[in-house]
């Protein structure tokens, strides 16, 4: 059963960098499309970007050039990187498996950016 | 971006109705259509793929159909953990847009 697991702070300070990682457990990162949604407290998803295991990112134009997500084979896992964060960062980032669909979801975690 | 609208934004129903939620989009996404329900608190989980292929493991009372713009999901004999929030997602161009979601709840 393939499971993702999101790490990363929790409290980031605004104009600084958010970093998380998603880990994949029980499979390979391998083969797929990896995406990263996100969800501001009491709102909709947010479909933050998407990149396949060998690269090639997608992003989300309405984030400007803040994003990066990267993967790394070798230690089974993807990467966020969102500069220049300001609350209305603040949200739940998941990270999910896209494959007919963004079939497997991690737990999420809360972000919140604030002084 | 191709822009997602859901109908309606939120729904009441009673247990054992049929209901149906509608997405559509602002320019022919073919079949690039996924549904997604999320509980409170909980990551969203992927009921239907391709706009009209259900998820191994979802029950058989959800499906969807549609094609190009207008995209249903139907549930039939509404259950007590079918009380959700539901949202579609075109997959067809980045940015990978959803619905604003619909709000189903127990009448």
């Known amino acids: 059963q393939v499971q993702l697991h999101e790490s990363g702070p929790g409290l980031v300070k605004p104009s600084e960098t958010l970093a998380l990682t998603c880990t994949v457990s029980?499979?390979?990162?391998?083969?797929?499309?990896w995406s990263w949604v996100r969800q501001a407290p009491g709102k909709g998803l947010e479909w933050i970007g998407q990149?396949?295991?060998?690269?090639?990112?997608k992003y989300n134009p309405s984030l400007g050039n803040r994003v990066t997500i990267s993967v790394d084979t070798s230690k089974n896992h993807l990467s966020l990187k969102l500069t220049s964060v300001t609350a209305a960062d603040t949200a739940v980032y998941y990270c999910?498996?896209?494959?007919?669909?963004?079939?497997?979801w991690g737990q999420g975690i809360l972000v919140t950016v604030s002084s | 971006d191709i822009q997602m609208t859901q109908s309606p934004s939120s729904l009441s129903a009673s247990l054992g109705d049929r209901v149906t939620i509608t997405c559509r989009a602002s320019?022919?996404?073919?079949?690039?259509l996924d549904w997604y329900q999320q509980q409170v608190g909980e990551a969203p989980k992927l009921l239907i793929y391709?706009?009209?292929n259900l998820q191994s493991g979802v029950p058989s009372r959800f499906g969807g159909s549609g094609s190009g713009t207008d995209f249903t999901l139907t549930i039939t004999s509404l259950q007590p953990e079918d009380f959700a929030t539901y949202y579609c997602?075109?997959?067809?161009?980045?940015?990978?847009?959803f619905g604003q979601g619909t709000r189903l709840e127990i009448k």
């Open positions: 999910a498996r896209a494959f007919r669909g963004l079939d497997y």
């Open positions: 029980g499979g390979s990162i391998s083969g797929y499309y």
């Open positions: 990149i396949y295991y060998s690269g090639s990112p």
């Open positions: 320019q022919t996404i073919y079949t690039y």
């Open positions: 391709a706009a009209s």
């Open positions: 997602q075109q997959s067809y161009s980045a940015p990978q847009t």
